[in-house]
């Protein structure tokens, strides 16, 4: 053999082995986000300063129906003693009667629970209720969801929000995230099938086989909570990660899906890290499920959206939700009437680490190509960025008016005040703001201790309808 023959398959040799090994490293990384993981978190303890829900649902795949128990602990912080309770039990898209709740106690007692007429979502249980005293509420659960080809969100029933001295009951509207609640902490167990897929917006801790039984049991949960909400499907591909001590999961109809998915989680926690806007909870989920919403649903912990589009635009979305995560649960706002608060400030947040990524020149450009058109649109009376859920006519306008013109607008606010400001009044309105329903007068105080301005003059320009 001569020398340029051998020095030729040398170089073969080494190019055949650097291609193995990345084949072995890409293997890795297929691997590592195969796996189911779980947390490792001290157990969720009953607090007398934070509310408490422990739920235990077995599922049926015949009737397609979770069934078991919910015990809230909560504290009476209105100031007031109440002479009933309000529990919500949202329908999860089936029909008005895929939930119901029954054998209430409270306090050990057995008590009434009388259901709405013309409101199936409410249920009101006449009990005083003293104030600064803690009340236990058990009650049994059933929910039944749809057969769909991705995944069902469930929403667990849950207490009403108590404001200005009577309990909110809206009727949930279809462009509305998990019901809003005051926030609090839970424990989920769920007893399911192999075949049945979930996935969850709180920590998963456990998930032990049920030798022998096929099944398997799901342990779960999340502080700072507003909802309980996990997904359903059907032998669908969850793939795991850990980013930057994020226990990120991502549950789709195909395993390349679920990769996207993943991808793009972590490079919006990084994003937004980037901007000083970090991820507030020890676990994200996103699930692809058809939600009705063109940018995304927002629970706990958990974000459900389409699972499709390019890569970009995916990022986007995905970063939306994630930012959301800060500014509609950790921060708690009005999914009805300030749905701004939630969409908008996301939007700009993932406007901001956009520019952090692509840079200033990048951000300048979407800011025309794709803003501008949505500034310039004059709609009829009453469908501003500052308008309530019953002013947008669906989610095409609800979606151009409080992500494209809210986004826009509060980056008008940060071109006049400085980027750094601004970033550090979101930081500020999430910082104190942590575990409340917020207001706009919370954001404007925000806005004014970190800029030294005042800009209630020009949010009520840009919101007032």
């Known amino acids: 053999m001569s020398r340029g023959t051998k020095r030729r398959a040398k170089r073969l040799i080494v190019l055949l082995a650097l291609a193995a ?62 002479e009933e309770v309000v529990l919500r039990a949202m329908m999860n898209g089936v029909s008005e009667d895929s939930v119901s709740i029954t054998n209430v106690t409270a306090n050990g007692e057995g008590v009434q629970a009388l259901t709405d007429e013309e409101n199936p979502t409410v249920v009101r249980i006449p009990i005083r209720w003293e104030a600064g005293k803690i009340l236990e509420l058990s009650w049994t659960v059933m929910i039944r969801h749809a057969k769909e080809s991705a995944a069902s969100l469930i929403t667990l029933p849950q207490l009403a929000v108590r404001e200005g001295g009577a309990w909110r009951t809206d009727e949930y509207d279809a ?96 994003s937004l890290e980037a901007i000083g806007i970090p991820y507030p909870f ?74 952090q990524r692509k840079g200033e020149r990048a951000l300048l450009t979407r800011l025309e190509e794709e803003l501008a058109m949505a500034d310039r649109v004059t709609r009829p009376y009453g469908v501003t960025v500052g308008a309530t859920l019953a002013h947008f006519g669906g989610d095409a306008e609800r979606t151009q008016v409080l992500r494209d013109q809210g986004g826009s607008m509060l980056l008008g606010i940060a071109q006049a005040a400085g980027e750094p400001a601004f970033l ?19 954001f404007e105080r925000a806005l004014l201790e970190a800029t030294g301005s005042a800009w209630d003059g020009y949010l009520a320009d840009e919101l007032t309808f």
Request: a negative charge; charged letters at 20%.
């Open 424 to 442: 550090e009044a979101l930081r500020l309105y999430a910082q104190e703001n942590a575990g409340r329903i917020a207001v706009q007068a919370d």
């Open 175 to 270: 462009l509305c995230d998990a019901p809003f609640a005051q926030a609090f902490d839970y424990a989920l167990s769920v007893n399911a099938a192999d075949g049945l897929t979930l996935a969850f917006g709180g920590a998963l801790t456990d998930a032990r086989w049920e030798t022998g039984v096929g099944e398997t049991l799901y342990e779960v949960q999340m502080q700072g909570a507003r909802d309980m909400t996990f997904a359903v499907g059907q032998s669908q591909s969850v793939l795991c990660r850990e980013a930057g001590g994020v226990l990120v999961s991502a549950q789709a109809t195909s395993a390349g899906r679920a990769r996207s998915l993943l991808d793009a989680a972590q490079t919006a926690l990084d």
């Open 21 to 82: 090994l990345c084949v072995l490293a890409m293997l890795a990384v297929r691997a590592r986000d195969t796996k189911r993981l779980t947390a490792a978190l001290d157990p969720i303890a009953p607090d007398a300063a934070r509310d408490f829900m422990r739920a235990s649902l077995v599922y049926d795949a015949g009737t397609r129906t979770f069934r078991g128990t919910q015990t809230l602990r909560a504290s009476n912080r209105t100031g007031e003693d109440l």
């Open 282 to 355: 020890p676990s994200l989920t996103l699930v692809e499920a058809d939600c009705g919403l063109s940018d995304g649903r927002v629970a706990s912990g958990l974000a459900a959206l389409a699972a499709e589009g390019g890569s970009e635009a995916l990022l986007r979305r995905v970063t939306r939700l994630v930012a959301r995560q800060t500014f509609g649960v950790q921060v708690g706002s009005d999914p009805y009437n300030a749905p701004w608060l939630s969409a908008s400030l996301g939007s700009a947040a993932e406007l901001l680490a956009y520019a």
